[in-house]
């Protein structure tokens, strides 16, 4: 237990290691140590405000879908409301139409059927004048009679 | 062991404790060995080969042991934590440098619980005194003939293997840290600091005497009690290692082995407080290499075999020769974990506490 050199040779070592560690080991891992703390809290931050970005896109998206869902039904509505008003419209068409073409064929029937009378009727006088000569057995003046049978034929 | 070099157990527990010194013998010293005289003419250079020697070299002389453990623990140290900075990066940590970074935090948060400035000194000094206090105590846990004896084999006749219980080298340690406290107290405080000396605790011109002689007492037993705390803690731990070996033996697995080759070989059962049970596991012993040599001459065991066999035996065999020292060398052991983590960590606080106060301006 002598107190001798060693200790100073000791104070000297001491000095060597602190400066060591105080030049090479402390300030590298500290250094080291603080950026990854900053590093991950600015991780954690992060990663909050991608959360936050996250709610709020899907809320976003929500509120899109509620409108296009919305906008979808309306434009449903209106072609069903358009498909309904095209298929009367084509039934009012379709409905003047034939009573377009009733009209006509009745026009055509009225038509033929004067131009039948209007036949039978001249038919009819030649008819009754053949009858009376084949009646009276004589030819009968049909220049003289011709008014007497036209209006005869024109009363039926 | 108690060892046969060490012939009785006084001498062994001195030659425990004495340093390999390395130092000046002063001219008209005779130096006594092998019988011979011979006298010193000159002041020489030498390495001590007693304790008288140590005694005749006084001051100039140098603990070689103390120094180049000491210098080797803080060179492991130095380079584990050189690595660690290497390795240090914002990226994930991993293996050593996790580790580090724990003792590193640790240190730091300590540093910051009591020292309240800003220094770019303390925390790496705090640092290094704590790991390097720590790997030195940790030396003690080396079972303590181990070292010692291997090295007397190698022609090295004293050494002790754990720096920090030498004196010189805690109170060197302390001493560094007194240096810084007088550095800082002058820069921080200036001529406050002799104001502090001279007129604490008496406020009155008249007591200056009797504040300084106080106050340079008080501060000289800073470095004193920081220092041979840790000595005082660290020496009388290894001196109760050094008991437990004189009674029971301590070099580990080689000295289990040892004890078996002793008690198995030669008989002797000298040294155990049970001479009976000692006796009965020589016979065992004895029994046991016999029928293996004889089943291996029957050719029944190869001879390899045998070999691993009789060592096995052996070392059983000086196991339970040695398990009372192996249980009480293993419980104290144990024991210092605690003990020397925190004598480590109270040199730490201390001379953080004392740099702190020597930054407080009154």
Known sequence: ?156 | MAGSNPATTTEYISHHLTNLVYGKLPAGYERSYNGNIELIEQPTWTLAQSADEVMAMGFWAVHVDSMLWSIGLGAIFAFLFFRAARKASTAVPSGWLNFAEMVVDFVDGTVKDTFHGRNKLIPPLALTIFVWIFLMNLMKLIPVDLVPTLLMYAGVNYQKIVPSTDPNVTLGLALGVFVLVLYYSIKIKGFGFARELAFTPFNHWAFIPLNLFMEVIGLLAKPFSLGLRLFGNMYAGEIIFILIAVMFGAMGAAGVFGGGLQVVLSGDVSQTALPMQSIALWAVGFVVVCTLCWLNLKGKLATKRMVWLVALTMLIIGGVFNLAGGIMQWGWAVFHILVITLQAFIFMVLSIVYLSLAHEDH
């Open chain 1, 1 to 156: 237990m002598n107190i001798n050199l060693t200790l100073f040779g000791q104070m000297l070592t001491l000095a060597f290691f602190v400066w060591f560690c105080m030049k090479f080991v402390w300030p590298a891992i500290t250094t080291a140590m603080e950026e990854r703390q900053q590093k991950i809290s600015d991780g954690l931050d992060a990663a909050d405000r991608a959360m936050r970005d996250l709610e709020l896109a899907q809320d976003k998206a929500t509120d899109q879908l509620k409108d296009a869902k919305q906008q979808s039904a309306a434009i449903v509505e209106q072609a069903n409301k358009r498909a309904a008003q095209i298929v009367e419209e084509a039934k009012q068409s379709a409905i003047a139409e034939s009573e377009r073409i009733k009209a006509a064929a009745h026009a055509e029937i009225e038509q033929e059927l004067a131009r039948a009378k209007e036949e039978l009727r001249s038919q009819v006088s030649r008819l009754a004048l053949l009858g009376a000569e084949k009646v009276l057995g004589a030819s009968i003046d049909e220049a003289a009679n011709r008014d007497l049978v036209d209006n005869l034929a024109a009363q039926l």
